[in-house]
């Protein structure tokens, strides 16, 4: 067991993974579970809309996760799309990933839980993979954001969520308005951990919040002004610093 996890070496590499998920089963039986096409053979794989051809939904019975395979981003993907330089075990982005996870579910934050996480390495390199538990009917913020202008308390509640991993010391890499999920109940959650770290207050929450608001600004140019505005930023910042949302604004 590592950190909670149950650690499983394989031919190729290791896995980790939560045994009240994935019970005892061999290492070939979970390996299988990294497999796009091992779901989409049995008719329960759904791509995720707006990634990179990187991320499905499993929907298998009382299983309903999300599998993403670790891509890289911006000018280093012309060289290696998925491959990255082998540092050892604990440097796996994957295996970090799940660690960071685990540890924010045991304090009842707003992220998923994880189920399983893998690494493959050949050489120098490795590939990874990350299965997460799905939160169900939720969306995207950008997402909803599309479909119309979003209540108060629902800016307030991002808000709030993102003050609430802050409080804790983490610190989001990639904060954006893709990252965030609204619930069918107005919960909110985060997700998308990769390169996300545990640490001691500090400038980087700004940074995290002027990055979101980049995203927001991005996304909603194209929009009319009702959907992302100085108003609205203003009460996702009230949320942020604790002060509830007025009883029926912006409904």
């Given amino acids: 067991m590592t950190n909670g996890g149950r650690r499983i070496a394989t031919a190729t590499g290791a896995m980790l993974s939560d045994p009240a ?3 005892n089963a061999p290492p070939g039986a979970v390996e299988s579970l990294f497999d796009p096409d091992f779901w989409r053979r049995q008719g329960e794989l759904e791509d995720v809309k707006g990634g990179r051809g990187s991320a499905w939904f499993i929907a298998s019975g009382e299983r309903q996760w999300v599998l ?7 000018f280093i993907a012309r060289v ?5 330089v082998w540092t050892g075990e604990d440097r796996v982005r994957a295996f970090a990933e799940w660690r960071l996870l685990d540890a924010l579910t045991k304090r009842g934050l707003p992220v998923p ?3 399983a996480a893998r690494y493959v390495r050949t050489g120098l390199s490795y590939r990874c993979d990350l299965i997460t538990q799905r939160i169900a009917d939720a ?3 950008s997402a909803a954001l599309g479909r ?3 209540a108060e308390s629902l800016w307030c509640a991002a808000g709030a969520a993102i003050a609430r991993l802050h409080r804790a010391g ?3 890499a990639d904060l954006n308005a893709h990252n965030i999920l609204i619930g069918v109940d107005g919960a909110v959650s985060v997700v998308d951990f990769d390169r996300g770290r545990m640490r001691g207050q500090g400038a980087w929450a700004e940074r995290n919040l002027q990055r979101l608001r980049r995203s927001l600004a991005k996304i909603s140019r194209e929009m009319p002004p009702d959907r992302h505005s100085a108003q609205t930023w203003d009460w996702f910042m009230a949320g942020y610093r604790g002060v509830p949302a007025r009883e029926g604004e912006g409904e």
Avoid: M, N, W
């Fill in 21 to 23: 998920c994935l019970g």
């Fill in 68 to 74: 993403r395979h670790f891509r890289r981003g911006g």
């Fill in 80 to 84: 290696s799309q998925d491959r990255y």
């Fill in 113 to 115: 839980k994880p189920v």
């Fill in 139 to 141: 969306e995207p913020f």
């Fill in 148 to 150: 119309g202008a979003l």
């Fill in 170 to 172: 983490v610190d989001h």
